[in-house]
């Protein structure tokens, strides 16, 4: 039951960093010294999985293009001498086996998922949504592989949220099976306080049975005018398990202006040779 493949839906618009992502992928925006989108990936990769699959739009051909080799500038870098720029970039084209399909029209997370059918449709699956990056010991995809590897079923990251924040995510109902593992029974798409079954919310990171797709093809439009991942999980939960587990380690948010700008301050804290650039910008400020 090993998941050997990823699904990354990066077909959104960005329209919270516009003017910026008008002709730049938002996961192509840096994170300290990297992509966005490179976090994701070499989560994935350090989970087991050896097939990447994209799920991409009109607007991200800058992502393609960070993945494949760029023969030009890898001569140049060459020619002048700098061997550690070269290698590295050739590093990149050779991180992963990656493979792109065009979601054409932005009807959603579900719809996303839903366009990786054809390839991931007789196994289980990993699902990364880049817009949270997560730091920590163990790659928290790799946390919900091996639940599933113990437990079988499909498996969510949960994180617990503040009664403010409960609104902005898919938020589940279940009964605690072990410490930080919940088996779920229900879960709400961006509920009204009122309304939210408890304060665990999922997290960009999944672990999904092929038969999610059944409901996925099924699935009417739900909160916002989309087809929701939230609410075909939830009926997949009426016929096989599905866990949820409380993460270890840290996370950004990397999908508001304000969450990324956040994001590079703190990662950079935690860099050696950047700490002191930003503890003197704070001082001189």
């Not at 060459?78 to 720029?85: A, H, I, V």
């Not at 699902?127 to 079923?153: A, C, M, N, T, Y």
């Not at 439009?221 to 270890?248: C, F, N, S």
Request: net charge negative.
């Amino acid at each position: 039951m090993t998941v050997k493949k990823c699904l990354f839906p990066v077909a959104g618009l960005g329209t919270r960093f516009l003017p910026v992502t008008k002709e730049i992928a938002k996961e192509m925006l840096p994170l300290v010294n990297r992509p966005i989108i490179s976090y994701g990936v070499e989560e994935a990769l350090a989970s087991g999985c050896d097939d990447i699959v994209m799920i991409t739009g009109r607007t991200k051909r800058s992502i393609e293009n960070y993945f494949d080799r760029s023969f030009e500038l890898e001569d140049i870098l060459k020619r002048r001498g700098k061997l550690e720029l070269y290698y590295k970039m050739i590093r990149i084209s050779e991180m992963a086996e990656i493979m792109y399909i065009r979601q054409r029209e932005p009807l959603g997370l579900g719809h996303a998922v839903l366009c990786g059918e054809p390839v991931c449709k007789d196994e289980y699956f990993g699902v990364i949504l880049p817009d949270d990056v997560f730091v920590g010991e163990e790659p928290v995809l790799s946390q919900l592989v091996k639940v599933h590897e113990r437990l079988g079923g499909s498996v969510v990251a949960l994180e617990h949220v503040e009664d403010k924040d409960v609104s902005r995510y898919g938020i589940v109902a279940g009964e605690e099976f072990e410490p930080g593992i919940f088996r779920v029974n229900d879960m709400v798409e961006k509920p009204r306080l009122s309304d939210a079954p408890s304060r665990y919310a999922i997290m960009g990171r999944y672990v999904l049975s092929p038969e999610i797709f059944t409901f996925l093809h099924t699935q009417q439009a739900g909160a916002g005018g989309e087809i929701q991942l939230t609410d075909a999980i939830r009926e997949l939960a009426k016929t096989e398990p599905v866990w949820g587990v409380v993460y270890h380690g840290r996370r950004f948010d990397c999908g508001t202006q304000k969450g990324w700008l956040s994001a590079n301050i703190q990662l950079a804290l935690d860099d050696d040779e950047l700490r002191e650039v930003v503890m003197n910008i704070i001082k001189n400020n």
